[in-house]
């Protein structure tokens, strides 16, 4: 299928949108931006944004069979702000992301906690999406769009993060012994500059895909123009055992918004990606994505095919050398 003469990497569901605020047993005005996992039994397990009429966001977990139809959603919130414990949740908790860690044996949900200062990523850790613990703030505002890697790099968990400088928004990569104690921070992406539909500003999307030719990481750019942002997803891909070396970068966005779904909503332009799960055939892959920051919806895509992209598509690096040339252009502008 071509749109535009452009391969299609990412099919959107018909039956999209597949979650609706007027599908929630308890009043939400908005629901999006869902991070997603596959539990134990097979169930596709959404975590939803879901945003009430003060404008305040809790998350409430939605299931199905299939991963396509059928959800039962949770009849009250599943993981609420709790400010007066933790006033950097004062403003609600937004866009998880889900790793389950086979090590520690528990699902890890990095998330938005927004409170006074601003944004800034949070983690608490569950085995069962009904009893959650709080591991706090891990980085403070504002920084955002944040997950875990699945396991240790010699050693160390691995967290992807995006804060916000007056420098631009960039992907960052930060190691930790523990997940409460982060350092080693160095950019794993910048954000390109100029025209480039990922100027200035990007971030991860849902957690990292493990492939056998490395990390694959879908992430959004946003591009500014005079009546908003639109917000694109593009490809890279990343060093199996040393995630920090960029292997290679998408030139070209990959999926944008262009359903009236996407175009339309409290947030028009907005495609937004939390999840994926994989199906049992190690290829088929089950994008969930907020869009227009209103409805859930369902795009699905072929792992082989886009790292395929990636080989016709992609700049390539060399390792180390290459991400330090994008950071000598990061530091150097004009
Ligand atoms: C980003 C995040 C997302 C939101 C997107 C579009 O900065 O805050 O939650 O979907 O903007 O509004």
Known sequence: MKSNQYEVLLERHPNNPILTADMWPYPAHTVFNPGSTILEDGTTLLLCRVEDRRGISHLCAAR??????????????????????????????EDPRITFVPEVGEYFITYTAFGKSGP???IASTKDFHKFERLGLVMQPDDKDAALFP?????????????????????????????????????????????????????LSPPPIDTPRGWLVIYHGVRRHASG?????????????HPENCLTR???????????YEVQGDVGGAVFPGGYTILPDGDTLHMYYGAADTSICLAVGSISK??????????????????????????NPG
């Open 64 to 93: 199905s069979k299939n991963g396509i139809d059928g959800w039962v959603i949770d009849t009250e919130p599943t993981f609420a702000p709790d400010p007066t414990n933790h006033p950097e949740e004062m403003w609600g908790i």
């Open 120 to 122: 800034g990523v949070a």
């Open 151 to 203: 396991s240790r790099f010699h050693g160390e968990y691995a967290l992807i993060h995006r804060p916000t400088t007056e420098m631009g928004s960039h992907m960052w990569l930060s190691f930790s012994p523990d997940l409460r104690n982060w350092g080693g921070h160095i950019v794993l992406l910048p954000a390109r500059r100029g025209a480039w539909w990922d100027a200035n500003k990007i971030g």
């Open 229 to 241: 942002s639109i917000y694109r997803l593009g490809l890279a891909l990343f060093d199996k055992e």
């Open 250 to 260: 998408g030139q070209s966005w990959i999926f944008g918004p262009e359903e009236r």
């Open 306 to 331: 886009m790292l395929d992209w990636l080989d016709r598509d992609g700049t390539e690096f060399t390792g180390v050398a290459g991400q330090l040339a994008e950071r000598i252009q990061l530091s």
